[in-house]
């Protein structure tokens, strides 16, 4: 999971952010893509925002195998 690096300038969420931009840059069909919580520490719709974005790219996009770990229960109904 993603730390702060609060003597660089950089919250938590801000690595969060820039880890799973690496991850969504770089992978593949073939990728197998593990997120947990993300998007958490941000306001519900933020959060719900960010999760539902990443969640519809890997699968409209990317097409890779994932395991997405959220506490946004509202986003099971939108990908059953």
Request: glycine letters at 8%.
């Amino acid at each position: 999971g993603a730390n702060d690096r609060i003597m660089q300038g950089q919250s938590t969420f801000m690595v969060e952010l820039q880890e799973t931009g690496n991850i969504l840059a770089h992978a593949t069909p073939r990728s197998l893509v593990i997120l947990d919580e993300l998007g958490r520490g941000t306001s519900t719709f933020d959060g719900t925002a960010i999760a539902y974005s990443v969640i519809k790219y890997l699968l409209d996009q990317v097409k890779c195998m994932s395991l997405f770990s959220t506490h946004y229960h509202k986003l099971l109904d939108e990908f059953k």
